[in-house]
């Protein structure tokens, strides 16, 4: 007999499989990650479709076959629906879901991380700057995972870190032991907030900051889970094409 559990999730990704379904990667607080069959999610105007598509925050039941699970009577908890109005913050909330699928094995329950999820996700549609909510999500998760850096004191010398640290190879670099023109540059103030925020305060920066502690967090994330990340590239275009106007 068929196993049967009801789960609350937030939809990470999807892919098709065949003509009319389809397949779901809902990241949920009490049983992780978890690949799901849709039955039927690609006929037009299905309300399963609609229901689980990338972003929606869902309740619904799972049965657990002996090949595969079967998402089944989906119901919405919330859409975002300011997020999936503004292309930067629609951009930048698909790119956290992809991020985690990602990063996350599948059935590894990780609620703290599911919860930096929802607050990422509720920062970007109640106006958050993007960047920042980004930035404080990434981090947190490094820092959940067991990647965050040692952000006290320069890897190689020990010295407090100052204006002109270098985030380089997984550690914090002070300005004078530093390679040339390698790794993402920090100001002090930067670090500081950086520090705070992973410590599970909230990450309050300026635009210019949250861009680069963003950008240092993919460069970080990619040198220590040796997983690139392809959307950092799109995103500094679409951050370029707005600063031009």
Avoid at 38 to 62: C, F, Y
Avoid at 69 to 83: A, K
Avoid at 109 to 115: A, G, H, I, L, N
Wanted: proline content about 5%; aromatic content about 6%.
């Amino acid at each position: 007999m068929a196993r049967e559990v009801q789960v609350e999730g937030v939809v990470l990704r999807r892919w098709y499989a065949g003509e009319y379904d389809k397949w779901v990667s809902l990241m949920t607080p009490d049983c992780g990650k978890l690949r799901l069959r849709v039955r039927s999610g690609r006929k037009p105007n299905s309300k399963m479709g609609m229901l689980t598509e990338p972003l929606s925050r869902i309740k619904a039941r799972v049965i657990e076959g002996r090949k595969q699970r079967l998402l089944v009577q989906p119901q919405l908890v919330r859409s975002y629906v300011n997020v999936r109005l503004d292309l930067e913050r629609l951009t930048i909330a698909l790119a956290l879901g992809e991020t985690l699928d990602r990063w996350l094995p599948e059935e590894q329950p990780e609620p703290q991380v599911y919860t930096e999820l929802t607050d990422a996700l509720a920062l970007l549609e109640c106006g958050k700057v993007p960047e920042s909510a980004a930035a404080q999500a990434i981090w947190r998760w490094l820092a959940v995972l067991g990647y965050a850096p040692d952000l006290s004191q320069c890897a190689q010398c020990g010295a407090a870190g100052g204006d002109g640290c270098v985030l380089l190879g997984g550690q914090l670099w002070c300005a004078r032991c530093a390679p040339r023109d390698n790794g993402i540059r920090l100001s002090r103030v930067a670090v500081a907030r950086l520090r705070k925020s992973l410590q599970g305060e909230p990450l309050e920066a300026r635009p210019d900051e949250a861009r680069m502690l963003l950008r240092a967090g993919l460069r970080y994330a990619e040198d220590a889970l040796e997983s690139p990340l392809h959307w950092l590239e799109f995103w500094e275009r679409l951050s370029a094409l707005r600063e031009n106007g």
